[in-house]
């Protein structure tokens, strides 16, 4: 699609309003100008008839001596015969009774009568105005239209050309006044970093914001990726480091045959830790990609106390190899979920809550309804807990409140990322709630089903 240029669509558009108005006036005016020539017509017609009349004095060749300045006089008798012509009309129309004019018929019935009709004589549309006289004779006095508007034909020029002028200065004003109007808006890409303290017009604040927040989540995305790509560099680089170590050893004969078992336990650690890490860089991009129109998960009715029970009984073993008590309780709630990303979210608050604790602790699992109604599921434990500055923070990827704890236990650091956005996905709030050496609570409260 051909893009258009919206300075010349504005212009076009003014010149258009201004040719418009144009045509209208002229409009206006002719017919303003036609009613007053009209009007003017019938007035002078009247005023001729009234000096003739007044000089006749009741002989029809007396009226030879008048001077009629270009208007037609013709008396007519009560029989409808032309007793004076003052013009040369042919002898048909002198000869014709008169009797069945219009004009004729009204002067005989109420002393005047008027009458506009093209004339067989002149091939023009006449003005015709009739008066009855004293003696019972009717004065008829008539214009052709050429005549009455000699003046407008004078003038026509004159309007034709100032109505070019018109045209032309309102296409230059159009110009001018749609490159001022279309200037600042130009002026506002000159700096985007400040575009919402430039806006020339109200109508472009909702475009301003609009294109600051997306420049500012452009900038910020950029800087998650790049924040990313250090961490997952930094993430593999370490276990990459120690696997190419204990294998270069190996692989030179440096490794005493009895050592050889115990850095090929290293190395396999250190691989399962990278996959561990791959697997969750992987979940997260499909979490990223999810809950878009192109591709959202299912969702169908999920019951929040068997996600929590499957869990407890997956991650039984490592709680006890943790020294931990696991424990599930509560009521059957159902929410419109991904049961496999329930199932993510609901392992990896438990997990958490079991690395982050201490033998003899314990982790539980809650299922149930707030006041409202909104059915939650909750992951308590009476662990390290976490310092009040960092529990903002602890839902960033990559983010550990104790590293070397974090490693030690084989975190990776997105356990919390994944679950922030499996609960985006289901639209779904987080509630942590923690203090160090007590414990930590993370609530999930979804949207009840209606």
Known sequence: MKTRSME????????????????????????????????????ALENE?????????????????????????????????VLYESTEADEQEQMENHLSRPEVQQAFAGGSGQDIR??????????????????????????DAETIWSLYNAALPAILVSCFVIMGIAALLAGFLTRRLVQPMLRMAEDLDHIQEN??????????????????????????????????????????????????????????????????QKIHSEASRMLRLVNDIIQL???????????????????????????????????????VTLSCRGESVQV??????????????????????????????????????????????NGIGIPKEAQSSVFERFYRVDKSRSKATGGTGLGLAIVKQIARIHKARIRLESEVNAGTTVTITFEAIH
Request: one cysteine or more; a negative charge.
């Open 336 to 381: 419109m979920g991904s049961p496999s990303l329930l199932e993510e979210l609901c392992q990896n608050l438990c997990d958490n809550a079991i690395r982050y604790n201490r033998p003899g602790g314990r982790v539980l699992l809650e299922t149930g309804c707030t006041k409202e109604g909104h059915p939650y599921l909750s992951v308590q434990d």
């Open 285 to 323: 991009s499909h979490l990223d990609a999810s809950g878009s129109t192109h591709d959202s998960p299912s969702m169908e009715p999920v019951d929040l106390s068997v996600i929590a029970k499957e869990c407890a009984e997956r991650l039984m073993v490592n709680a006890r190899r943790s020294y």
């Open 118 to 143: 093209d004339s067989a004589t002149t091939g023009y549309e006449t003005y015709y105005y009739a008066v009855l006289l004293p003696d019972g004779n009717v004065l008829r006095t008539s214009q």
């Open 199 to 264: 806006v020339p017009y109200r109508e472009l604040v909702p475009f301003a914001d609009a294109i600051y927040s997306d420049r500012s989540m452009r900038e910020s995305n950029e800087k998650m990726r790049q924040e990313f790509t250090a961490n997952v560099s930094h993430e593999l680089k370490t276990p990459l480091t120690s696997i190419s170590g204990y294998a270069e050893m190996i692989e030179t004969g440096l490794a005493r045959p009895e050592d050889v078992a115990s850095f090929g």
């Open 49 to 81: 008839s009234s000096i003739v009349a007044a000089q006749y004095s009741y002989d029809p060749k007396g009226l030879n001596a008048l001077d009629l300045n270009n208007v037609r006089v013709t008396l007519i008798s009560p029989a409808g015969e």
């Open 8 to 43: 010349e669509t504005i212009c076009r558009r003014l010149y258009l309003m201004g040719l418009l108005s144009l045509v209208l006036a002229v409009a206006m005016c002719v017919f303003v100008f036609h009613r007053a020539f009209t009007m003017q017509a019938w007035r």
